[in-house]
C-alpha cells in the first residue's frame, strides 16, 4: 500500500483513472484503497501468488458483501455449504485434541 497515495494524489487532482500498486496482499486492502476513492483498480499480485497456493481464498474473501447476479446465486448457495461443511469437519477433527 505504500504507492497508494501516489495513485490518490494523481487520481483526485488530475482526475485520470489509476491503479494502486504495492504491498497490497490482503481483500480488505482492496477494497478500503477503493471505496475511498483513492485509486480505480489494485494491482494484487500477493493475493494472486496466495490464490495459486490456495484456490478458494479469493472466492471466499468478503463473498457475502458482494453483489451475486441471479444466474450466481446457485452458486453462492455451494460456496456457502462447502464452507459450513469445511468449518464441521475442522471442529469435529479438534474436539478430540484437548
Known sequence: MWQTPFSDEIRNELGIATIAV???YEPDHVNSIIASGRADLCAIARLIWRTLRDPG???EAGYEQQWWPKQYLSGKSQLERNLQRAAQTTDAG???LA
Open 22 to 24: 504495492g504491498n497490497i
Open 57 to 59: 481464498s479469493c472466492r
Open 94 to 96: 479438534a474436539g478430540g
